[in-house]
């Protein structure tokens, strides 16, 4: 017998003891909009709810789950259905489109929605997005441990970039806005974030990047940097099984995580050294060599050239040991901040 299967009758024998019972209604062979679901799936899969079911003992007070969208739940999603007597269950779902659909509110935070964000007034934001301002929280905020890290202890680069006095370590930092009692103009400080290619959300998904500013000029650190100007950032990173072309299918990085990758500093530096109040606008990058998964990586970024709108920004991802360019690109970023005052 699979080892799903006597998971379900271990845990239906255990709800047998204790809740009431009676026998369960048998369900409907599953289909999947007008498809039926492969005959090996689906013959598993009706097993298993048969199980919990049809010769199960369950709950009398608890309705019959939805068969249209029973195939959709999880087991634990089904234990925790007649645990409760059928008060807890899963969102409503939608088994008619390939993939299904999920009935959700936007967003489970408020304050994910752009559209609600708290009022400020137009000197607080400009006292707040300055680069001064970004780079004393991020730099005190530093880099928080990442429980899901991708990074083996001791490893050279970010070993050598830790220990580089001329470097400051960071993590991205967003604003955070604090209700007043002058609701026509909120507080508004600088914190350090989760994101999808920042922290250990990233790790989690596959991506840990750890980026390094230096204030003072570049000198010969970046050969391939003639055009630089002012500050520069380097970061190392690395991409795990998450950022794969296809997870555990042979393969290396999806491009789409090393043009993240280049998105993330160039972006970084510019909050930085210029603009905190950033957009990248334009992007164009070139992917030399395939970049392989848990191998740690290069990236130099710096400013090519400013105006009082945009910054152009270039950077390349190298192999820290023998130097080969992996990746290039140039980054155009507007300034939203310079933007938005020249229309007021």
Known sequence: MEADALRVINLVERLAEEHPVRLGSRVRPLRCAHHRVPRVVAFSRKKRLRLL????????????????ELPAWSESE??????????????????????GARDLAWGSDPRTNPEKKPKTSDATRDALLTPSRY????????VPFRRNGLFPPRDRLLTAL??????????????AY?????????SATYEVTESWAHGDSACRAGLD???????????????????????????????GDGAAIGV????????????????????ELVKCAAAPNCA???????????????ETYRVDCWIASATAFRVRTEATITDPADGTTYATCEATLADLSAIEKSRR
Do not use: M, W
């Not at 079911?53 to 249209?68: E, G, K």
């Not at 580089?164 to 960071?170: I, S, T, V």
């Not at 555990?248 to 789409?256: D, E, K, L, Y």
């Open 162 to 175: 830790a220990a580089d006095p001329n470097l400051r370590a960071f993590q991205k930092n967003v604003v």
């Open 209 to 239: 990047l750890r980026c390094f500013y230096r204030a003072s000029p570049v000198g010969d650190s970046f050969p391939s940097a003639s055009n630089a100007t002012g500050p520069t950032l380097t970061a190392a990173f690395r991409l």
């Open 53 to 68: 079911t049809s010769s199960a003992r369950i709950s009398q007070d608890v309705p019959h789950p939805p068969d249209d």
């Open 78 to 99: 089904i234990r925790a259905y007649f645990s409760s007597g059928g008060s807890v269950r899963p969102e409503p779902r939608d088994l008619s489109v390939p993939g």
């Open 248 to 267: 555990r299918a042979f393969t290396n990085a999806h491009c789409g995580s090393v043009e993240t990758v280049l998105d993330e500093t160039t972006a």
């Open 280 to 294: 990248t606008t334009e992007l164009r990058a070139r992917i030399l060599k395939p970049v392989s998964l848990h």
């Open 135 to 142: 780079r004393a929280a991020a730099f005190a905020h530093g």
């Open 178 to 186: 604090h209700e007043t009692h002058d609701a026509s103009d909120a």
